[in-house]
């Protein structure tokens, strides 16, 4: 994936899966939890309840708060050179609010089966946003950023629909890792060859889909109780030391370690390392990652809170921020000014980037983009029986 000539072209994201609440339910591109039935459903049988389509507080806020952290992560991607503490945070957050996002969706696609109507919603809520708002930013960048070159290319994702296109390609291999005895070993294989493969190339963020597989799969692994366990006090506790651990790693690492092996978008030869580095930071990473992601997520709010009902709309704010990053960019914000890049300069920039992509997950913003990121379609599909 081409990118920007000082490094900001990096992805992020947010994007969970929309939760398929029953078999029959199917999962959306956005992970967002259900919407309450007006009516209880009636029990099927005596001993097998049936499934609440309650929206869970907890998703939703885990989804509102990582993509908070995108954004401000992208934030930061302008203004960290020459701050070390900057970059350290930048690190920690990338560690694992990619992660976090993956292990969701996938969560939320076990029970994607490829049924017709799985498959019209991957198309409507996947392909069609992927598709748009790659033209968009593509054309965003020809014009906004005065580079009339720069290609509009479907199967070379640029800056943030590559997490789109993984996630129609992981979705699309789900009824494939469930029929495996031991699916997070093959992830964690393959993810591993990938990373000392340099000839994978470009084409739909390949090198990311393999090295993020893995994520992707724990999540289909996982069950509620897993979540209910990662809440518990003691867990909470535990979570602390850890993330401070891993900030102290972190601002080491921000003089010795370069940050492209967190976007999982190179091979160890294209870093210019050995090709057993290649594996050996698979297993190091996906390890970190894994326990930091249960830290963040031990500390999510399992109540409703202010920010839950924005939950609902993260899919906007993460295909929206993007275009207030880049546009302050583009605009010459950081690189005619020099008040960004001072402690107090970073400190507004990061506030003003939550308070934008917040703004951006508001229901008057989900409800303008709709036709784009939820249509129906139903002119496009034939009727099913």
């Known amino acids: 994936m081409p990118q920007a000539p000082n490094g900001y072209a990096r992805p992020s994201v947010d994007q969970v899966e929309e939760p398929g609440t029953t078999t029959g339910t199917t999962p959306s591109t956005v992970a967002d939890t259900p919407v309450p039935a007006r009516r209880p459903p009636a029990r099927s049988a005596p001993d097998r309840p049936a499934v609440s389509t309650r929206r869970d507080a907890f998703f939703d ?64 809520t996947i392909v069609v946003p992927y598709v748009v708002f790659e033209v968009a930013y593509s054309l965003f960048k020809r014009y906004a950023d005065d580079s009339p070159g720069h290609p509009i290319s479907l199967l070379d994702p640029w800056y943030l629909t590559w997490f789109l296109a993984a996630l129609f390609i992981w979705r699309l291999t789900t009824p494939l890792w469930l029929t495996l005895r031991h699916p997070l070993a093959v992830a964690l294989v393959v993810a591993a060859l990938a990373s000392l493969t340099p000839s994978i190339g470009e084409d739909l963020g390949l090198q990311r889909v393999l090295q993020f597989a893995p994520y992707f799969v724990v999540g289909l692994c996982l069950r509620p109780e897993h979540f209910q366990l990662v809440r518990r006090r003691e867990v909470r506790l535990l979570a602390l030391p850890v993330l401070a651990g891993a900030a102290a790693f972190a601002y080491w690492a ?97 506030v003003a980037a939550a308070v934008a992509v917040t703004a951006l997950c508001t229901a008057p913003v989900r409800r303008l983009l709709r036709p784009v990121t939820e249509p129906e379609m139903k002119w496009a599909f034939r009727r099913t029986g």
Not at 96 to 116: L, Q
Not at 265 to 279: K, T
């Open 61 to 124: 806020n885990a989804k509102f708060l990582a993509i908070v952290l995108v954004a401000v992560a992208h934030a930061w991607e302008p203004v960290m050179a020459g701050s070390r503490a900057t970059k350290a945070l930048y690190l920690l957050v990338y560690a694992f609010h990619m992660p976090a996002f993956i292990v969701i969706s996938g969560y939320f696609s076990r029970r994607f089966t490829a049924a017709p109507g799985q498959l019209r919603r991957l198309l409507t």
């Open 254 to 350: 921000a003089t010795h370690m370069r940050t492209a092996w967190l976007y999982h978008d190179s091979s160890a030869q294209e870093l210019d390392s050995p090709w057993w580095v290649g594996p050996v930071m698979t297993f190091a990473l996906f390890g970190c990652s894994l326990l930091l992601t249960a830290a963040f997520l031990s500390w999510v709010p399992g109540r409703r809170t202010w920010f839950t009902a924005l939950g609902a709309g993260t899919i906007c704010g993460y295909l929206l921020h993007g275009f207030v990053i880049k546009g302050a960019v583009y605009a010459g914000l950081f690189d005619d000014h020099a008040w960004p890049t001072t402690p107090l300069g970073r400190v507004v920039v990061t």
